[in-house]
């Protein structure tokens, strides 16, 4: 049951898309669909660079993490949005809510690392080919994913405790599908400066500074490619971190659109669209690149494919 007005919250109501609840069951298979799609393409990387041996590079090491980041994002929001969607709105408690955001939060801040190292990665195969294999080795590969994991879920630590030493009141409805920072904030009665202060804090080392290292390194990459003197050597160069730079401008750019860009004066709607395009579309987005444009994902694939059919 709902709260009354002025008491402490310990509870919400996610309204999830009310003005479209008469498509609820098109809007349900919709988003089963590419969720369904979303694990099978991230789960078939996975599967792929720990079957393949032609796969077992650094630079696809640090893709199977990346998959292992989307898939956990997915799961933590589409199974809830998809009970929302159907039940017209759910009550979940503040615990829950909290939990949803923690992995969420988690997961997305540590893609934002693995992006960074992946630009890294990319950086020294390209403009240091001669001295990659000396400096990129298991041991500095299996570090940097554990920093990524480990930075990303403990900055967002950091914030699930400085809401849960706020007094959240009403009114304790959420028109939206997910828990976010941003509408636990809406419903603080306390003095929200330092958590915003925090925020932004935050968002310099783990979002600003990543995309500044991303912009350097290629940078760095293109002018590296820029003094190649055969065509084919550049075209071979640029391919190996075309999925990877993808990848990044639909991350980030999603990411800046949901975060970055004001969201005052936009509309409830326009907000879930951005949400949507963040928790839904970019976890989808990320198997389809690297399928579609890595040679090496694509060989692999056939090979694996022409194993079972050869199997049977």
């Known amino acids: 049951m709902l709260q009354e007005n002025q008491t402490t919250v310990t509870e919400f109501l996610l309204l999830g898309f009310p003005t479209i609840n008469n498509f609820k069951i098109l809007l349900f298979l919709v988003f089963l669909l590419l969720y369904i799609v979303t694990l099978a393409g991230n789960f078939l990387i996975i599967a792929l660079v720990s079957t393949s041996h032609h796969l077992r590079t650094p630079m696809y090491f640090f893709l199977s993490h990346l998959s292992l980041s989307d898939i956990l994002m997915t799961t933590d929001i589409v199974p809830n949005m998809l009970y929302v969607i159907m039940a017209e709105g759910v009550v979940i408690s503040l615990a829950g809510c909290i939990t949803q955001y923690f992995l969420f939060a988690g997961s997305a801040t540590t893609e934002c690392f693995l992006l960074t190292v992946m630009s890294y990665d990319r950086y020294l195969a390209i403009c240091h080919p001669l001295r990659y294999s000396a400096i990129m080795d298991l041991k500095l590969c299996c570090q940097m994913v554990f920093w990524s994991w480990f930075l990303g879920f403990m900055a967002t630590l950091n914030m699930v405790i400085l809401v849960c030493s706020f007094q959240l009141c009403n009114p304790n409805i959420i028109d939206h599908f997910l828990c976010d920072i941003t509408p636990l904030l809406e419903h603080s009665c306390s ?85 949507l395009l963040y928790t839904v579309a970019t976890p989808l987005f990320n198997p389809i690149i690297y399928t579609l444009r890595n040679k090496e994902i694509q060989t692999a694939l056939r090979k694996c494919i022409s194993i079972r059919v050869q199997t049977y």
């Open 191 to 275: 003095n929200r400066f330092i958590v915003d202060t925090v925020l932004s804090f935050l968002g310099i080392p783990f979002v600003i500074f990543p995309v500044i290292f991303i912009i350097v390194t290629y940078v760095c990459i293109s002018l590296t490619i820029l003094r190649i003197s055969s065509t084919t050597g550049r075209q071979k160069a640029f391919s190996t971190c075309s999925s990877h730079l993808a990848v990044v401008c639909t991350y980030y750019g999603t990411l800046f659109a949901k975060y970055v860009v004001p969201s005052k004066g936009q509309s409830v709607n326009v907000n879930k669209i951005t949400s």
